[in-house]
């Protein structure tokens, strides 16, 4: 299972996002974009990621789930 995010719940505020830091291995990072409604985004280094679902558990808007 891997992680996914809903756009419409992220907050996408890389100050706030509990996700970020909690990642053990540092595999969800925030990508400034203008461009972008809200400025920004966040984005999953798969090729970090472990699949242990802290990032869905600790998410403080519920925006990530873990799907297969």
Do not use: H, W
């Amino acid at each position: 299972m891997m992680p996914y995010i809903d756009d419409r719940k992220c907050y996408v505020d890389p100050q706030i996002c509990t996700a970020i830091n909690a990642c053990p291995q540092k595999a969800i990072s925030y990508i400034e974009n203008e461009d972008l409604p809200l400025g920004g985004k966040i984005a999953f280094d798969y090729e970090k990621c472990k699949s242990c679902g802290v990032c869905a558990d600790t998410c403080c808007g519920e925006a990530i789930e873990m799907r297969d």
